[in-house]
């Protein structure tokens, strides 16, 4: 299957993402089978499964990361996959499995972030400022990225993602080893990013933390779309943590009583 040829070019609709027909498949296992979505502009979406389910694929193939077997994906209205380029010129990616340039001291990295956006240098320099200065890394700023822990490794690789004011921002786990204290600061980075009119679209394995931030919320199993609505109606009255393991049939019996733990081999 191909995306070429098939798809307008042309958003349906007014969202900051629209999902149609994306597939992906490797060899005979499907991650993601034919996959429709619309988020809202000003929205802050939580994308959530469990491992497995497809999400991270999702997510690759939305920012140009993977190229889908089939299906089109709209970013404020460009097909990310008929317009690269001005597609990934609105968009800001923190991806799971994060790569930066590690030789460059933080200060370094966001200054390179920022000019390869085009920003003019003095906008640069005040944004990168700023940026470490909210995330708790102004003391490390001419530190290289190689010595930062995880932690502050996603908090730089998420300060590179904002610099330029992307209008939809797409987040893969942002606050895995991420601090309470960092948690805090880069929960407000994101509701002003909000406020704004921007977009985000994070996933999370954290029930508690995806109730609290997101208006709306899709559980995914399977590759496929379980539930997607206003977090409220997606949770029906249950903490999303039970609306999540009910959807996608997480409850694990066993008829051991698992006497054995905390005996020893001894």
Known sequence: MSTEGTIPVEAPGGYALQVRGLHKAYGGKVAVAALDLDIPASTFFGLVGPNGAGKTTTLKMCTGLLRPDAGAVWVDGTEVWHNLVRAKAVIGVLPEDLLLFERLTGS???????????????TVADRSQELLEIFGLTDA????VIDYSHGMKKKIGLACALIHGPRVLFLDEPFEAVDPVSAR????????????????????????LVERLCDRV???????????????EVRAGTSLEDAFVRLVGG???SGSDFG????SSG
């Open 260 to 263: 054995w733990l905390g005996t």
């Open 251 to 253: 409850e694990r019996t």
């Open 108 to 122: 370094e990295l966001l200054t390179f972030n920022g000019l390869l956006r085009g920003l003019p240098a003095d």
């Open 141 to 144: 700023a001419a530190t290289m």
């Open 185 to 208: 600061s880069i929960r407000t980075v994101l509701e002003r990013h909000i406020e704004s009119g921007a977009t985000v679209v994070f996933s999370s394995h954290v029930m508690e």
């Open 218 to 232: 899709a559980i995914m199993h399977q590759g496929r779309l379980v539930a997607e609505g206003p977090t409220d």
